[in-house]
């Protein structure tokens, strides 16, 4: 399962996906706006540094291949979290069933 594939649209706030053994939380669904104005709704998630364990909050849009593993001070341009060579990242969902039931408020 890639992150793609589990969220296809975006997550309730509550939802909590494993990725890799680092736990995401939704905490909420918000909007960024774009140069030129248009929004775009994206999930907002908690989440512990892969490096240092601090509390750090990522965001996420629909199309996203997935959040960002570190915070603020550990985030290298591109690389990423060692996972071994060449394994794919396991995403897992930890609740709720269901994440891509429809959000009609935003959509
Ligand atoms: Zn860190």
Redesign the pocket.
Known sequence: MTWRTLLVTLPEPGTVVDVDGQLFSCIKIDELRKAGGAKVPVAVWRSK?A??G?E?FTRTATSSNGPSR??R??RHGGAHVASGPSRPVNVRLISPANPNRQLEKIQ
Do not use: M
């Open positions: 540094c490096e240092c601090a750090f570190r915070c001070r550990h």
